[in-house]
């Protein structure tokens, strides 16, 4: 069975990113397996640390051995969150290049009308550089989401079968 790394972009324990990585991973399940990359543990980015920290190493090697990569990621000002964005550093500074021609995709969901748009293309010029493989429609943007997230579970039948979607194009994607 396929593996997938799912990095969380919030640093929140409720976050409601964290309720779509769950429900995903339920949705997934006979497609392939889901995994965390767990960012929270990670120092900030300093280019003067030589050795690479071990937790830094972990996630690496959790990438490159994956199938491919899930972003699960708020929106913090219009752009990447600033957790997210140092697991990017760090990962990209690894020698084995992990996320290089990696397939991945983006799932992203607020509380207002546009569901993370800017983080996502903000995530994707990151991937240029970093070569990662997004797949490209469909695109996961869920606005409203505090309506159609109650008590830890998604509730919304719309979204639950739009990620059903997804998780079939993503299959698609990390077969080819």
Do not use: C
Request: glycine residues 8%.
């Amino acid at each position: 069975m396929k593996k997938i790394v799912g990095i969380i972009g919030s640093l929140r324990k409720d976050s409601i990113h964290r309720v779509l990585f769950n429900e995903y991973k339920e949705i997934s399940n006979d497609q392939f397996e889901l995994i965390e990359g767990e960012i929270k543990d990670l120092p900030l980015y300093n280019q003067d640390i030589e050795d690479q920290p071990n937790s830094v190493a972990a996630l690496a090697r959790k990438v490159a051995s994956a199938d491919g990569i899930l972003f699960f990621s708020p929106e913090y000002n219009y752009s990447i969150p600033g957790g997210l964005k140092n697991a990017l550093d760090w990962i990209s500074r690894d020698d084995d290049k992990p996320f290089d021609r990696k397939p991945a995709a983006i799932i992203g969901a607020s509380p207002g009308a546009i569901g993370t748009a800017r983080m996502q293309y903000h995530l994707r010029q990151v991937g240029v550089f970093l070569n990662i493989d997004f797949l490209n429609k469909p695109e996961v943007m869920v606005g409203k989401a505090y309506d159609k997230i109650k008590d830890g579970r998604l509730i919304d039948d719309g979204t639950i079968q739009f990620l059903k979607k997804h998780v079939e194009a993503f299959s698609a994607h990390i077969e080819n």
